[in-house]
């Protein structure tokens, strides 16, 4: 069994950043690719970025390319997710995922265990 739990979440203005953490523990994490999603109210959960299982692969959705950083620690075993220059149409429920397989994939069908997420309010 894997645990996923996030933190780092909260309300913060346009413009500026959050730093969203994602603490693993169980089974296998340095194996496995992990990704951030996000579900914003009334709309389908999203990808939002994903990295390898050694870290030196990363994908990003569009939307957050060039804004959002994906990194993670294996001797921690922890994912996070830098967000610099916060957008209102940011704001959305975030949730860290472990995938079965080691590289950084956008589809969430590709995943198998899911935090239970940490909600992100941008103010404009």
């Known amino acids: 069994q894997v645990q996923l739990v996030e933190s780092g979440g909260g309300l913060v203005q346009a413009g500026g950043s959050l730093r969203l953490s994602c603490a693993a523990s169980?089974?296998?994490?340095?194996?496995?690719?992990m990704g951030w999603f996000r579900q914003a109210p009334g709309k389908e959960r999203e990808f939002v970025a994903a990295?390898?299982?050694?870290?030196?692969?990363?994908h990003y959705a569009n939307s957050v390319k060039g804004r959002f950083t994906i990194s993670r620690d294996n001797a921690k075993n922890m994912v996070y997710l830098q967000m610099n220059s916060l957008e209102p149409e940011d704001t959305a429920v975030y949730y860290c995922a472990r995938r079965h397989g080691i590289g950084a994939e956008a589809a969430a069908r590709e995943y198998d265990y899911w935090g239970q997420g940490t909600q992100v309010t941008v103010s404009s």
């Open positions: 169980g089974r296998t994490f340095s194996g496995n690719a």
């Open positions: 990295i390898s299982f050694s870290g030196g692969v990363t």
